[in-house]
């Protein structure tokens, strides 16, 4: 059987992308999110049959976060990479944002990944297993009132100290940091701009990081599409 990997916002986007990735090289996938018909579509076009798992549930929730990973390790056992994808940036700056919805937004983007870590330790220590948290060139770059980038930067933050936590265990961590993506996120915003990677080019890098041989852990990779000056 293969690898298991636990992806969080895996309905759409990079998530949906990398699960679909990982499903190809014959990983057993677990993917959550928010909206349960979401998911189901994404489960009616993967075609995996019992190697794809869908769990509803909020990233930000330790009940959620906890029951997932049960789930996935009851049914298969084990697990051996974990994703933490889900996120979300808000229009407009902090200036202009809903105090509610920024407390949304740092909640899902920064404690979501911190609990989803939290919570697979123990697993992947056995498993020496991998884990990939999304970042984004927001996290490397200020942009005026970005708060999103602040997220971002927390993001960093906690994959550098998470290495530095359970690097002597064995366990890899990586950051990936892209820049313009042609994804969902861009919906509220007027459409996607022309310069933009696609979510199947992230998903390409984050298998490309989890199949690193055994000593060996890329820790950050930032991408940009050609032309993104920024």
């Given at each position: 059987m293969g690898p298991v990997t636990l992806i969080t916002g895996g309905s759409t986007g990079i998530g949906a992308a990398t699960a679909r990735a990982l499903l190809k090289e014959g990983h057993r996938v677990a993917v959550t999110g928010r909206d349960a018909d979401k998911l189901a579509a994404f489960a009616a076009t993967a075609g995996a049959g019992e190697r794809l798992l869908t769990i509803t549930g909020d990233t930000s929730d330790e009940h959620d976060v906890a029951a997932a990973v049960r789930r996935v390790v009851d049914t298969w056992g084990r697990l051996d990479n974990v994703i933490a994808n889900a996120g979300f940036s808000l229009p407009g700056n902090l200036e202009s944002h809903a105090p509610e919805d920024m407390r949304a937004m740092v909640l899902t983007n920064v404690l979501g990944p911190a609990l989803l870590v939290r919570e697979t330790l123990p697993q992947l220590r056995e498993s020496k297993g991998r884990i990939v948290l999304m970042g984004s060139v927001a996290g490397v770059r200020h942009t005026p009132g970005n708060l999103y980038s602040v997220t971002k930067w927390a993001v960093h933050a906690l994959a550098e100290n998470t290495r530095l936590l359970v690097g002597q265990d064995g366990v890899g961590v990586t950051v990936?940091?892209?820049?313009?993506?042609?994804?969902?996120?861009?919906?509220?915003?007027?459409?996607?701009?022309?310069?933009?990677?696609?979510?199947?080019?992230?998903?390409?890098?984050i298998v490309f990081a989890l199949n690193q041989p055994a000593g060996v852990d890329i820790n950050h990779i930032t991408m940009r599409p050609t032309g993104q000056l920024g």
């Open positions: 990936v940091a892209p820049g313009v993506v042609d994804t969902p996120f861009w919906d509220e915003r007027g459409g996607s701009p022309e310069t933009a990677l696609t979510a199947e080019q992230i998903a390409t890098t």
